[in-house]
């Protein structure tokens, strides 16, 4: 294909915007050309080229595979696709680069014409990589054209102008100046279609400059001529000096496309300034220069032109003369565009019925092959039933063996661990020792011993179901359900808003405290809210209602998406099932499955409707509502967490004996599981010993102080080193007490409740500091490091109302869960009432400092309904705003 003058069309500016429309008309013929040498295809070429195809071999079939694409662009762009892949698999093994990337491009050109944009550009940049590694210059250029064209035609003038800037700088640097001519023209045409007059003006100057440097005037003609285009709209009297050095050019090189289109702009100029008989002398001459080339769309618009100057002159005659020879001309390129249409059809029906013969051929051998194989086949068939058959004999005693094996090491395990001695000698002696009047000591060992044995047996039997039923464990909490739901939910808040939903939260009944699985809770409500905006359209709204009633929790998600089709609603809860409308989405297709699984978990209950209008799932979990309830997270109704790193199981279970009745005790075998437990589960004290395999007790507490999220848990180390220096040191490494074995088991206990005692003390010192009469900053102040890096990123966006938990956790880099339990041992809030405090006590001074009205000060700290405030300020300070003035005044 080859390139149209990018000039033509352009009037003058008092007619510009008359004459915009034929203008970009032009354009778009000009710059989707994609420039290739010219190919004149006769009768027969198709066939021509396909016996020299099936004859040649090498490079040279390959390089007739792709002349022979060439040939099908216009008509059949599947089969430009089709030969050009063939090129690429023979030029591949030839090391035929250049093939290989003009095959590309006629991929990407085919696409193109079937308005496949993507799929254009993707195979474009296929062969620009290839082009860039080769260094072929000319052949990336003509791609970054191609790429040009299809940004282009996706209204994108921006990216298209930055490839043709490509295109023209690669065909410079290749000396193939023809065709930078061509492209820098077409580039300022593009220039001109978004009013960038003096962007196009200096484009077009700078291929003026370079053509002439290398002497290439011959390629000059299509400069000139859209410098006078430029020129006309931003300076019509400089137009007239270009267009007539183009028709210079052009009559000397013999160039008729730039002389027609040279005489049509200036006899366009002069119509404009109602110079008639000048604009029909040249248009007359542009006449006289398309007579010498194929007929074309252009013939007609001159003569309508020249129609229109003789009806402006009053010569009514003339014009219908004109308007006649316009009409004719348009019924001659019509006839000839439809015979073309006819002759297209005609060549695509001769090569499907070609292709039917083939086909036909083949399928008769295949035929007679099938019949001469179906006894084979028959008896082959019933060899591979019987050996499928006894596969699935096979593979069922292998099964059952496999599980009899596992089996038989689960009890070979329990039976090694029983023969184990699970009490201690020096704790248990020590106790009756201590005690006087005991008699029988040696009957009263045996005892505890064997009890203590036959309770391990049941720990390990009771583990071994817990496994055969999964290994999630439910982690119930206690806390306000209300502020938990409202957490989950402001985590998607970004989300939905990103792709224009909103999340409305409607809470019924659902005010105090409550006993929870929030675990389950929160993996159950991410999976409904997150499909529910997943498959929601935007501008749509995704309600999640909850409410509790007789100790049960019910939570229903509803969106109006697509809904479920009736026929895959059975199917949903099944594992990696994906639905009609989840093609396009992302996902693995086990969310629904693990909410139902984690529903029974919880004992609890999921039902679902759907329709065309939308989904809604409705979920009931059991809870449990305290009577009590606590200010903070911590409280009375669970004993606090103690993390035990001890190797040894005897010391282990003694001291778990000795702790069990004030503490929930989590044990790790050594410090590096100790370590995977406190990133998942936060304890409240850490009591570890110092010998341990992988990591040990020194080790562990290294690794606690050097951490932000644990540096403020309590530290107990236990050790058979006894000796002062051994205390020394495992204090100076940052350890709160240190108590040698073998230990006592009230030294032990006081220890441990004397550390955990200061703990609650420091966070009742915190919340008594909060309502002092001290200023803001100095009320919320803590002595802890990190938790004042809270405060600052809290105050730093206090006027925000979206920064909630999610924002502030990836203000603070760690999860929603680690920061949660951070503030909560070091404060006794949740991260949520965290926030709110902060925004509260904030705006109390405000109030006081009479920093505005209620409305703005609520604003200024990040509450966006005063109501809301209203009734957050009420609940934290028992008196509302308004009160609070009332007060404070009087």
């Known amino acids: 294909m080859t390139i149209r003058n990018a000039a033509f069309g352009i009037t003058s500016k008092a007619n510009y915007s008359a004459s915009t429309k034929k203008y970009f008309t032009a354009l778009l013929i000009t710059i989707a050309s994609f420039y290739m040498p010219m190919q004149v295809w006769g009768q027969g070429t198709a066939d021509s080229l396909q016996k020299l195809i099936k004859n040649a071999d090498g490079l040279r079939k390959a390089e007739l595979s792709v002349e022979l694409a060439g040939y099908y662009l216009t008509q059949d762009p599947d089969s430009t696709i089709y030969y050009s892949n063939k090129a690429i698999a023979i030029a591949n093994g030839e090391n035929g680069h250049k093939i290989v990337i003009r095959s590309y491009a006629k991929i990407g050109e085919a696409y193109q014409k079937q308005n496949k944009m993507k799929e254009a550009i993707f195979f474009y940049l296929k062969g620009l990589g290839l082009a860039e590694k080769h260094n072929e210059k000319s052949l990336a250029g003509t791609i970054y054209n191609g790429i040009g064209v299809c940004y282009f035609y996706q209204n994108n003038p921006k990216k298209a102008g930055e490839y043709l800037k490509l295109a023209a700088q690669a065909k410079k640097e290749a000396n193939d100046y023809q065709y930078y001519a061509l492209i820098s023209t077409n580039l300022a045409v593009l220039q001109i279609s978004t009013q960038s007059y003096n962007e196009a003006v200096a484009t077009l100057k700078d291929a003026e400059k370079t053509l002439l440097q290398n002497k290439q005037p011959q390629y000059l003609a299509t400069v000139y001529n859209s410098l006078g285009a430029a020129y006309q709209v931003v300076k019509p009297d400089s137009c007239m000096y270009y267009y007539q050095k183009s028709l210079d050019l052009a009559t000397k090189n013999k160039d008729l496309l730039n002389m027609m289109t040279a005489c049509q702009n200036m006899g366009d100029h002069h119509l404009e300034r109602k110079n008639y008989q000048q604009a029909i002398m040249f248009m ?114 292998k099964i059952t063996q496999e599980f ?45 011993r064997n009890s203590k044995r036959l309770m391990r047996l049941v720990n390990e039997l009771l583990d071994a179901s817990k496994l055969g039923k999964g290994s999630f464990r439910l982690d119930h909490t206690t806390g306000n359900i209300g502020d938990f739901i409202d957490d989950i939910i402001d985590g998607f808040a970004s989300e939905a808003a990103a792709g224009g939903k909103s999340i409305i939260s409607d809470k019924n009944d659902i005010d105090g405290y409550y006993s929870f699985p929030s675990n389950a809770l929160e993996k159950i409500m991410s999976n409904l809210i997150g499909n529910a905006i997943k498959y929601s359209p935007a501008g749509s709204e995704v309600k999640v209602s909850s409410r509790v009633g007789q100790d049960e929790l019910t939570i229903e998600v509803k969106d109006n998406g697509p809904g479920i089709p009736e026929t895959e609603q059975k199917k949903v809860f099944r594992r990696f099932f994906r639905g009609k409308y989840s093609s396009g989405t992302n996902g693995t297709g086990i969310g629904l499955s693990l909410v139902k699984e984690l529903t029974a978990l919880a004992q609890g209950s999921i039902q679902m409707q759907s329709t065309a209008a939308g989904t809604a799932f409705t979920i009931t979990l059991p809870v ?93 180390l236990f050790s058979a080193k006894a000796s002062l220096e051994s205390r020394l040191q495992g204090l100076g490494y940052g350890a709160d007490a240190y108590i040698s074995k073998p230990f006592s088991p009230d030294e032990l206990k006081l220890t441990v409740n004397n550390l955990f005692t200061t703990v609650q003390r420091n966070r009742q010192l915190y919340r008594s500091a909060i309502n002092s009469a001290k200023t803001f900053e100095e009320r919320i102040k803590s002595d802890n490091a990190y938790i004042n890096k809270v405060i600052e990123s809290i105050i730093k966006n206090i ?42 006590e904030k705006a109390k001074d405000l109030l006081l400092a009479n920093d505005g009205n209620i409305s703005e000060i609520a604003y200024q700290c990040g509450f966006n309904s005063q109501s809301y405030f209203t009734k957050a300020f009420t609940e934290h300070f028992g008196k509302s705003p308004s009160q609070f003035l009332k007060n404070e005044d009087s």
Not at 290 to 305: G, I, T
Not at 359 to 369: A, V, Y
Not at 815 to 821: A, D, E, I, T, V
């Open 284 to 397: 007359k001459k542009a006449i006289a220069a398309n007579d010498l080339r194929p007929e074309d769309q252009f013939k007609p618009a001159l003569y309508d032109r020249i129609g229109l100057a003789y009806e402006a002159m009053g010569d009514l005659r003339n014009a219908y003369y004109y308007k006649k020879l316009e009409n004719e001309a348009r019924q001659r390129l019509f006839s000839v565009e439809k015979q073309k249409e006819v002759d297209e059809l005609e060549i695509r029906y001769q090569s499907e019925k070609k292709g039917k013969e083939i086909q036909l051929n083949k399928q008769e051998i295949e035929r007679g092959r099938n019949q001469r194989n179906l006894v084979l086949f028959g008896a082959i068939l019933v060899i591979i039933i019987a050996g499928f058959v006894m596969y699935l004999v096979i593979q069922r005693r």
């Open 404 to 448: 009899e094996q596992e089996k038989l090491k689960m009890f070979e395990n329990i039976f090694h661990e029983i023969r184990t001695p699970l009490t201690l000698i020096d704790g248990p002696i020590q106790l009756m020792k201590n005690d006087p009047g005991l008699k029988n000591t040696e009957q009263l060992v045996l005892v505890e």
């Open 624 to 716: 449990k509502q305290l009577q009590n309830t606590p200010e903070a997270v911590y409280g009375d109704s669970e004993p606090p967490t103690l993390l035990l790193a001890e190797d040894d199981a005897d010391t282990a279970a003694f001291t778990i004996s000795v702790l069990q009745d004030n503490f929930r005790i989590i044990h790790a075998k050594n410090g590096q599981d100790a370590i995977e437990i406190i990133r998942e589960n936060m304890p409240d004290i850490i009591l570890s010993d110092i010998m341990m395999p992988e990591k040990d007790g020194i080790g562990l507490l290294r690794d606690i102080r050097s951490d932000e999220l644990s540096s403020h848990l309590p530290f107990v």
């Open 799 to 840: 006027d925000d109302a979206e920064y909630s938990v999610n924002e502030l956790s990836s203000d603070m880099a760690v999860s929603r869960s680690q920061l949660h339990r951070k503030l909560a041992a070091l404060t006794g809030f949740s991260t949520t009432n965290f926030i709110r405090m902060v925004r509260l």
